[in-house]
């Protein structure tokens, strides 16, 4: 099965092209057939993968040297182990989910057979990433996800403001890009290869603090912050869901924006060795964390919610990585995989009832109508939200542990996070499914549960986010942490230079209790605001208080941007242009022609055409001649 | 198959384009296929050593000791492709626009063919300066004939600006062959004269100039985003895809192995132009409305980086310079073709004007976009194998460098993604609702350069092993001279 | 041509190159100051002889034939200079009506 591997990114490549060539060839059936089965297949392989797999390193599968230039040696080849075997199943399998819910969700589109061949090119660059077996094949995958990324929030390209949304998507990634890139020559440099399979021996017999290898892991760790929306990179998520909403569950939340923790995770060692590195990190990603779930609470755009949601549990994840808790990060990847795909497709459904409205303003009291989706999408926010035993209970509360056993004030920190989290999930969940519809008369009589292409995938996702936890259940619960147990070959290196979590019981059950009442506590808090006093975000046109007013718009990030980078880089552009290069470097080389031009009418005056003056000017430059042959003899 | 048949081929062709009006096109094409099929038979025959192969040497002037001496290694090889392998496409993507006296253009165009195979591979001084001049002339009159507003002015600068330039380089040629023991023009004569520092300074700076203009280099680009927005595409394309690689070549070979410890008396500075020029010339192309001005401060941009790889003088940056050349020559030729496509529809060259192409037009957004990949160089693209190693070779140099010459990959992104954006997305206007989408041969070229730029990012292999053996050795051969 | 040698070195040679000085002189100033066509042809003839005449001289002082041979080349080249000046010179004429050569001043930008 494993010799089978090369497979798994070809079936996605393989629908990519059938669905990009025939796109206006076959009907809507067989595109969306083929891209589900493309992607169902390559699940499927790695289902066998997953079962078979019992070796404790990593099985390298090369294929042929892609460049080999003087001492650099990058060879096109994979590397499989217990990470990447799980990223498989994540992808490949909510990648399966997403595309049986796209063909109901894009039904209607035009651009139908082109949106899959897009989806089906990302799996396939998603798959190089997490197969890569160094640092230059994740960088194909890496960037390459970047542009379907453009291309998918940019699917409806005739809106300008759609296609803004895409470039900057791609243009942020790309600054991360070039830490990525500067940092992996570094690694050339110091290691002499990029293959994970000779890094990391090597760098296992590094000193902790290593000056290089701190500005190797900040370089990465810069390239994260573009892909996983860190800050302070992070704006250009909220403005991708530009895109269809299956493309904001898929890249924009379950798979592509966490290919920065799988990046880190797969370099752990690199991390580990660096502790000024993992404490930017951790501050970094609990940054990210509170002020998205900030901008996060006035949010009145259902997606926009539920993005500033991820950027939100992404800076969580880093959070976790920065104290070491690779594990504990890698799983919440995984569970926020299950609940955020579930939540955007849930919102999917809703906006398709909706005929494409998004905001919650104008929705409300459509638990009655929706079902399945009012359902689903609780779970989803439950689990979200860290209740027990629903998925995202575990997977937090494991981070939220070693983070105080790190540092108490980054702790008390996480926390109020994770009540924020709950908070504005639950206004959402309030505002949209519960009291009276907002909407248009028009709107309101095309309510509608959506098809089963759509609703199967969300039971699918709601029953894994009620049970994904399970699989790292820790030991106070009795459980075994199943996860942790399969993932310890990867972080073998890294186990042993970072102390154990070595917190009592009683410790971690007050942690647990605190966390689970802060976020009980927020719920009731919005059950009273959105529910009791049947509370609705004000108009655009209102004022709103000046604390409400900074969160809703993000902070003036965006602003702060265009003031500080992308007006000052015009200006210098129009600068440039008009005054150095125009009248500078042009003028020299104008002004030397021009100059010989003044230089021969000047000189031209002496031709007066009076032949005696000629001959008086021959006579004096014969006497010169003359006497300057004389003195110099 | 004899390098003398490759290299004068284009000569008949040349002429017999100009014996027949009507047909010139497709005689123009046929010869310059026939020529690539020369090549590509030299190519079968090739052996990937470090040895010159296919020599022709043959006494031309013998009073001054000038030989008509040429042969191809490595180095030369990816020129002689680079140039056979364009001239085609270039001449296939005029095919569907009338041009007054066409017959005459086509002649020039398989005339400069000649003069650029020459200088690729020629290996006397003399033969090399002649094939320089001899590519100078064509096209200046492509340009000064079938050019657009303004030409006359904007061609005389451009021609003046690179011939005093190359008389610099002349100078330099003629002081070397006098420093020759049996006063020769012979490449391994003046490989082997040992010539104090304090010559090699200036020699350097003479070559230097010379090699500066025609690529160009910061500050000497003036005459280029000008002369490449008047020039007829075609010129544009012989310009921006071919003549640049002239300056780049002839540092490789005729600068640095020459003069090295010129070079290395030089090397910051030249390294910290190129530089200059990658940021700047980007900077400037994010403003720019006119599709083909940005087209040309990208190419700049992307120059820049070639020379600051080269000028760096590791495997890495040369490696890269030399796929990056060929790169670049398919990708600017792309991008130059699109453009045309654009302004030929919609008789204008300012991008505000436009949008919503993408919808009407798919494949030929497609295309586009594809051909922008490749040029802001993402991975599985051609851009990518060449700008990873050049950003290398730069970083093996000095870090700091490579992080400011790493900007070009996000400015890269910056304004080309505005451009399509402008061009291809957004809603359609009154302008671009009668776009048509690109057909017949248009479809054959962008298709070939679209495959290029694929296969080359998927599998660069063969490309970087053709050159790779010369590569090593000329760097060896450098480094044991400095050794002394 | 002993006998001639002989006779010219009867004369000191300096007298030869005052003289000649003297000529040459009258012949520069009259090209310079003078403004008629003809005068000027005659002053620039004035010249040449006194080359003539000196190299003669020297010729004959140290015994070598050459300057001689010289001295017939510069009259051949006079005399072909005579021919086509003269006719210069009738053209002049003949288009001005004068042969004053500040006339002639269309010579310039």
Known sequence: ?633 | MNLLFLLFFPLVGSLACLLNNRAAKQIALVSSLITLASAIVLLCNFTPDASRQFVVDYPWISQFGIHFKAGIDGISMIMVLLTTGLIPLIILSSFNRNFNNSSALYALVLFMQFGLLIVFTALDGFLFYVGWEIALIPIYFICAIWGGADRIRVNMKFFIYTFAGSLFMLLGIIYLHLQTPGNTYDIDAFYSLNLDAASQAWLFWCFFIAFAIKMPIFPFHTWQPDTYTTAPTMGTMLLAGIMLKMGIYGVIRWLIPIVPIGFMEWKQLAIILSIIGIVYASIIAFKQKEIKRLVAYSSIAHVGLIAAGIFAWNAAGVQGAMIQMLNHGINVVGLFFAMDIIINRLNTQDSSLMGGIAKIAPKFAIALLIVILGTVALPLTNGFIGEFLLLNAVYQYQIWFAAIAGLTIIFGAVYMLRMYKHVMQGELNELTSSFKDIKGTEVLVMGIICALIIVIGVYPKPILNISAAAVDTLIAQVNNKLAF | MDNISATIQVVPLNHYILLCAIIFTIGVIGVLIRRNAIIIFMSIELMLNSVNLLLAAFSAYSGDASGQVFVFFIMALAAAEVAVGLAIIVMVYRNTSSIDINILNRLKW
């Open chain 1, 1 to 633: 099965m494993i010799d089978l591997v090369w497979l798994i990114p070809l079936f996605p490549f393989i629908g990519f092209l059938i669905c990009g060539l025939g796109r206006n060839l076959f009907p809507k059936a067989v595109i969306g057939t083929v891209a589900s089965l493309a992607v169902i297949a390559s699940f499927a392989i790695s289902l066998g993968i997953f079962f078979q797999f019992d070796s404790a390193t990593p099985i390298v599968i090369d294929f042929f040297d892609w460049i080999k230039v003087g001492g650099i040696d990058i060879p096109f080849s994979f590397q499989i182990d217990q990470l990447s075997i799980l990223m498989l199943l994540i992808i490949t399998g909510i990648g399966s989910l997403i595309h049986i819910y796209s063909t109901g969700y894009m039904s209607h589109d035009a651009g139908f057979g082109k949106f899959f061949s897009y989806l089906n090119l990302f799996v396939f660059f998603m798959l190089l990433l997490v197969l890569g077996s160094n640092y230059v094949i994740m960088f194909i995958g890496w960037e390459g996800v970047g542009l379907c990324s453009y291309l998918l929030i940019g699917f409806w390209f005739t809106n300008g403001a759609f296609a803004d949304a895409a470039k900057k998507a791609f243009i942020m990634n790309r600054i991360g890009d070039l830490g990525f890139l500067i940092g992996v020559f570094l690694i050339i440099a110091t290691f002499g290869s990029v293959s994970f399979a000779e890094i990391f021996p090597k760098a296992q017999s590094m000193i902790s603090g290593d000056a290089t290898l701190t500005l190797i892991t900040i370089l990465l760790f810069i390239g994260a912050t573009g892909k996983s929306a860190q800050l302070p990179l992070f704006t250009w998520l909220p403005d991708a869901m530009a895109g269809p909403t299956p493309v904001s569950a898929l890249i924009h939340a379950a798979t592509m924006v966490t290919a920065g923790i799988y990046m880190i995770a797969r370099s752990n060692i690199l991390f580990t060795l660096s502790p000024v590195t993992m404490s930017i990190i951790a501050v970094i990603g609990l940054a990210t964390a509170i002020i998205a779930a900030i901008i996060a609470i006035t949010q009145t755009d259902i997606k926009k919610v539920l993005a500033y949601s991820t950027v939100s549990q992404l800076g969580y994840m880093f959070l976790g990585l920065g104290v070491g808790a690779y594990t504990g990060a890698f799983f919440h990847v995984l569970t926020h995989a299950f609940f955020k795909a579930l939540l955007f497709l849930g919102a999917g459904s809703v906006i398709h009832a909706m005929s494409d409205e998004q905001d919650m303003r104008k929705m409300g009291g459509l638990k009655r109508k929706l079902p399945i989706t009012f359902f689903t999408m609780l779970m989803g926010t439950l689990a979200i939200s860290g209740l027990p035993p629903f998925a995202g209970f575990f997977s937090k509360d494991e981070i939220l542990a070693h983070v105080y056993e790190h540092n108490k004030i980054l702790w008390i920190i996480g926390v109020l996070g994770a009540m924020l989290t709950a908070f504005y999930m639950f206004r959402m969940m309030f505002l949209t499914f519960w009291g009276n519809f907002r909407g248009s008369e028009e709107q309101k009589s095309h309510l509608h549960e959506s098809p089963l292409s759509m609703t199967i995938p969300l039971i699918v996702l709601a029953v894994l986010s009620v049970i994904g936890g399970f699989i790292g259940v820790p030991e106070i619960f009795g459980g075994s942490h199943w996860l942790a147990g399969y993932l310890a070959p990867v972080f073998e290196g890294s186990g042993t230079r970072m102390s154990e979590l070595a917190l009592s019981h009683s410790t971690e059950w007050t942690l647990m209790i605190i966390s689970v009442g802060g976020v009980v506590a927020a719920i009731i808090y919005a059950y009273i605001k959105y529910i009791k006093n049947s509370h609705v975000p004000v108009m655009d046109s209102q004022p709103r208080s000046a604390l409400a007013k900074i969160s809703y718009n993000k902070f003036y990030f965006d602003e702060f941007y265009a003031a500080i980078i992308q007006k000052p880089l015009d200006a210098i552009s129009g600068f440039f242009f008009r005054i150095i290069e125009k009248s500078g470097i042009d003028g020299v080389v104008n002004g030397l022609g021009k100059g010989s031009i003044e230089a021969s009418k000047g000189l031209r005056l002496l031709q007066t055409g009076n032949v005696g003056f000629y001959i008086f000017a021959m006579v004096i430059g014969v006497v010169v001649l003359l006497l300057y042959s004389f003195l110099k003899f």
